[in-house]
């Protein structure tokens, strides 16, 4: 069996580098069915949705552990090679291929043959190749048809060593999903799929000369397994309307891991997308014998009734939770003074630290304000937690080193303080906006008046209802999630686990303990997108 080409030293340096960065920038980072990656020496093409630019990437290379897998050879567009930037230098040094795409070259035919050579080269050597078949990054909740690339790439791989009884080549397909891939603390679903294996012997339909009707269905078989994990919506409608669906079937507070929340939430937005009234009659000036039933036309309500509801929480600024678990006012009072207080607390202890963060938080406010000038929402969103990551990597370390310039005669102690300072007020601070959101919620309780607070609670419990009669009768989903989701697994990743930390009741140094996966590092809950445009 091939061994797989030596890592570079580069690639090991980008891999340390950026895992430590993505976990500033995400709060939590969840990799599921890491057992399933083929190790090194077995060929392997690796592919994913591509939602977040050169993050996608990274996260990629970062999730792989590297007992399991050395190295991930990627491919990048062509446009994005030999410029005088630190993404350029990045890209070439970690040993990714370039691929010209013919949107970046007028529409012209292009001629990728030698590119495509150098990946089977590279696949015969045992390594694992990155392709990402959607073709290009993009702001939208849908994932686009994939393109044939992979397809074909495997039947040439297959067709080039079809007198070799021993070879085989895996597709390892990857679904991520992002809660806000743009936001600074937000939350990572990494989930790799079960990997599809062929052989000369064992599939002899794909090698040349091979039927067109092949390559597709393998690639339609590969876009089945991305979308299968992943919250693959016609709008962003759609993903705010079951997010909220989720939140009333699995009230604040449960104890569900990142990738239940995440299938909970698809099931939904699958429920909705089977019954939109838009999209079926789309289909229907085409097919006659689609028809609108019942359960459709009751589906498109809910979904719409659901919006108006977040429409209304959004209006006062109050959360779900305290509608469908109401507080008198002395509770409310209580809770308000202790969330004040423990928010002054930490917001005080953060100060020095917030110091050394200050250049950080400005240099990558500047950087993203002037890109997003450059280009709509659907062109441009898609790179924002890319800009993020580099010019906040460039200026922390340029923080990093002043520290140390300035404090020469004990730079050694200085080298290791400054980022646990830095690290510890990243957490406290994390802490004190939740408590700061956590106050003005209440006190916007307050100034919501009991007849409205009263309707607002009623149209909840139909809102539930409802909701638990499509989960359970239709969905098939628990009935008791709370109760279910503690005995399926409450210690998971993004909850406190070790033994240091489950001994603080409210912080922990590792990691912030959320009781809400939709939450990201601000003063309000962000429930909203963009425009698609």
């Known amino acids: 069996m091939p061994k797989g080409s030596t890592t570079p030293w580069s690639y090991i340096l980008v891999r340390l580098l950026f895992k430590f ?26 592919c994913a949705n591509h939602p977040n630019s050169l993050t996608d990437a990274l996260l990629l290379v970062t ?24 993404t350029s230098w990045l890209i070439e040094s970690a040993g990714t291929v370039p691929i010209k795409r013919r949107k970046d070259h ?13 990946l089977m080269d590279a696949l015969e050597l045992g390594d694992a190749v990155c392709l990402f078949p959607e073709g290009a990054s993009r702001y939208h909740p849908t994932i686009a048809p994939l393109k044939t690339g992979v397809a074909r790439l495997v039947s040439d791989v297959l067709s080039r060593n079809r007198d070799d009884p021993d070879f085989s080549i895996s597709i390892l397909t990857c679904s991520i999903t992002y809660m806000h891939r743009q936001h600074f603390r937000s939350d990572v679903l990494v989930t790799f799929n079960t990997p599809m294996m062929f052989t000369p012997k064992d599939n002899p339909e794909l090698l040349a000369p091979v039927q067109h009707e092949e390559i597709k269905a393998l690639t339609a078989r590969m876009q089945q397994q991305i979308s299968s994990r992943a919250i693959d919506s016609p709008s962003w409608e759609f993903v705010r309307s079951a997010k909220m669906a989720t939140r009333i079937y699995a009230p604040l507070g449960t104890r569900m891991s990142l990738g239940d929340y995440v299938r909970i939430t698809r099931t939904f937005v699958e429920a909705f997308k089977a019954s939109d009234d838009t999209q079926k009659s789309k289909r229907g000036a085409e097919d006659q014998s689609i028809e609108f039933t019942k359960e459709d036309i009751e589906l498109n309500q809910l979904r719409r009734d659901l919006k108006t509801y977040q429409d209304r929480l959004v209006h006062w600024g109050i959360k779900d939770d305290r509608i469908a678990r109401p507080l008198s006012l002395r509770t409310i009072t209580m809770r308000m003074v202790i ?7 930490l917001f005080t202890i953060s100060l020095p630290g917030l110091v050394l963060w200050t250049p950080v938080f400005i240099t990558t406010f500047i950087a993203v304000r002037n890109f997003k000038r450059t280009g709509p929402v659907w062109d441009t969103f898609d790179e924002i937690a890319q800009y993020k990551l580099v010019y906040g990597l460039f200026s922390g370390l340029s923080v990093w080193a002043a520290c140390i310039l300035f404090t020469l005669p004990s730079a050694a102690i200085t080298t290791v303080l400054v980022p646990a300072m830095m690290w510890m007020t990243l957490r406290w601070t994390e802490d004190a906006v939740s408590a700061f959101r956590a106050f003005m919620a209440l006190a916007r309780l307050l100034c919501v008046g009991k007849e409205t607070l009263k309707e607002i609670r009623m149209t909840r419990q139909d809102l539930h209802s409802r909701l638990m009669n499509l989960a359970v009768g239709t969905l098939g989903l628990p009935d008791d999630p709370e109760k279910f989701f503690v005995e399926r697994g409450g210690k998971q990743k993004g909850r406190v ?14 990691r912030r303990r959320k009781r809400d996966w939709n939450e990201t590092l601000r003063l309000y809950d962000q429930v909203d997108y963009p425009e698609e445009g």
């Not at 529409?107 to 043959?113: L, R």
């Not at 686990?497 to 590792?510: L, P």
Request: one cysteine or more; glycine letters at 4%; hydrophobic letters at 35%.
């Open 21 to 46: 960065v993505l976990k500033i920038f995400y709060g939590t980072i969840v990799v599921e069915n890491a057992e399933l990656i083929p190790k090194t020496g077995q060929p392997c093409i690796v």
């Open 63 to 86: 999730s792989m552990p590297s007992r399991t897998r050395n190295m991930l050879r990627l491919t990048a567009k062509s446009t994005q090679f030999g410029q005088r930037t630190f």
């Open 497 to 510: 686990r070790s033994t240091w930390d489950s001994g603080a009741k409210y912080f922990s140094v590792r």
């Open 106 to 118: 007028n529409n012209n035919d292009v001629d990728n043959s030698q590119v495509m050579n150098k």
């Open 339 to 345: 969330r004040l207080t423990w928010f002054i607390c």
